[in-house]
């Protein structure tokens, strides 16, 4: 509730959203996480109780969070589905000329297992192509911004975030979706970019 109620009237670079000890629970810590990635992100722990796990894991949340931490500090904010009114709650942030999004999706320890409902990103380009690159599926720009349904796991505190950036001169996107703590997210080009001649490796 803090962070959307804050987000009314502050922008985003002026909230420092912290992750708190999670007692090596790494879900805990993924949670805490992608709840904190709203604004800028901090941590409250104690590097010298931490296991080697736990500190590993922290790194590459850092190093992820540092490719999109300029939508906070720069970028516009969304909101979709507020936690008073939903199980969840869902938001997202967008560069200037749409071609970078990031959409968070928080779901409430009492949410269940289903679907959000439609979600609207008006800010993704309808002429650009995003490919989620777990799936492999594709969504034209005018899809995204007619509404996305993502699935809710229904099994507890839990977020999501799904990605996408600009890899090329042409309107061509790339959508990244994550559930999962690998936090492997690249920003080169994939397979289908006609842009460049650079490739991804997509994550499995």
Same mark, same amino acid.
């Given at each position: 509730m803090i962070q959307p109620s804050a987000l009314i009237a502050y922008p985003a670079a002026t909230m420092s959203c912290h992750v708190? !000890?999670?007692h090596e629970n790494l879900r805990s810590l993924d949670y &805490?996480?992608? /709840?904190?990635v709203g604004g800028m992100l901090g941590y409250?722990?104690?590097?010298? !109780?931490?296991?080697?796990? /736990? $500190? $590993?894991? =922290?790194?590459? #949340? =850092?190093? #992820?969070?540092?490719?999109?931490?300029?939508?906070?500090?720069? %970028?516009d904010y969304y909101n979709l589905a507020f936690p008073t009114k939903y199980p969840y709650s869902a938001y997202y942030y967008a560069a200037p000329d749409g071609m970078? @999004?990031?959409?968070? /999706? =928080?779901?409430? %320890?009492?949410?269940? &297992? %289903?679907?959000? $409902?439609? @979600? &609207?990103?008006?800010?993704? &380009?309808a002429d650009a192509v995003y490919t989620d690159t777990i799936s492999g599926k594709t969504y034209r720009g005018e899809? @995204?911004?007619?509404g996305i349904t993502p699935e809710l796991l229904g099994d507890g505190d839990r977020a #999501?975030?799904?990605?996408?950036? !600009?890899n090329g001169n042409l309107p061509y996107a790339t959508w990244h979706y994550n559930t999962c703590q690998k936090h492997t997210f690249d920003t080169i080009c994939d397979n289908s970019c006609n842009a460049c001649t650079w490739t991804r490796a997509v994550p499995g």
């Open positions: 708190s !000890n999670p &805490r996480y992608k /709840v904190a409250e722990l104690n590097i010298l !109780n931490m296991s080697e796990a /736990v $500190k $590993k894991i =922290i790194a590459a #949340q =850092i190093a #992820q969070y540092k490719s999109f931490e300029h939508l906070m500090r720069e %970028g970078e @999004l990031l959409l968070t /999706v =928080i779901e409430k %320890g009492d949410c269940p &297992r %289903g679907k959000t $409902k439609k @979600l &609207r990103l008006k800010a993704a &380009r899809e @995204l911004r007619a #999501q975030l799904l990605i996408d950036d !600009n």
